[in-house]
């Protein structure tokens, strides 16, 4: 039993990390208002639907409230990377969505004009507008979803191949360094 739960644990979190080395994937395509590739550009909800695809093989409604609605809400404190980020950017809930990355940060594609980016939760911007976090990779029974192998993003990336989340798991870390994340404050 015990076994299991570990087998279970380090799969999600194997899930995680390769949902959020799939987002950094992505860094630099422009936004585009109903965009769902990174050919064509992405807005925030057609980011989110892709990456969860491309990486966990679930797919998400189109919407950001109907992503909202179909996940799991978390308390922002339990937020891990690969869980989701929500805003209300519209002067409604849910309106914008993003991927968190760790250390209060989420990438996202935020508005026309814009590129994919990752930014800082802790922004005045950003803090007055959270709404709540959700999380995608575990279905009501806990288990986690089956995982997908395809992955569409295809241009050259700067995005790391591997990230390290934590310990406990008899896994050997991986020896490519995380690239550091920006900190509150600094231009991306």
């Known amino acids: 039993m015990i076994s299991r739960l ?10 995680a990390s390769n949902l959020v080395v799939n987002a950094m994937g992505a860094l630099g395509v422009p936004y585009r208002f109903g965009g769902t590739s990174a050919e064509t550009g992405f807005d925030c909800s057609g980011f989110v639907r892709a990456m969860v695809q491309q990486t966990v093989g679930m797919l998400l409604p ?13 308390e922002k404190a ?8 929500f805003f209300n950017t519209r002067r409604r809930a849910y309106s914008h969505v993003g991927i968190y990355v760790g250390d209060e940060k989420f990438i996202h594609a935020p508005r026309s004009g814009a590129r994919v980016r990752v930014e800082s939760m802790e922004s ?13 990779l575990s279905d009501s029974s ?3 979803m089956q995982a997908s192998s ?15 989340l934590g310990g406990g798991f008899s896994q050997p870390a991986p020896t490519a360094p995380l690239p550091s994340l920006p900190s509150a404050g600094d231009s991306i």
């Open 124 to 136: 005045r911007y950003w803090t007055t507008r959270f709404n709540g976090a959700r999380r995608v």
């Open 62 to 74: 189109r919407s950001s409230e109907q992503q909202a609605a179909a996940t799991e809400q978390i």
């Open 78 to 85: 339990e937020l891990k990377p690969g869980d989701l980020v």
């Open 150 to 164: 395809s992955r569409v993003i295809t241009r050259e990336s700067p995005a790391p191949r591997s990230v390290r």
């Open 6 to 15: 570990s087998d279970t644990i380090h799969h999600a979190t194997d899930r």
């Open 142 to 144: 806990g288990e986690t």
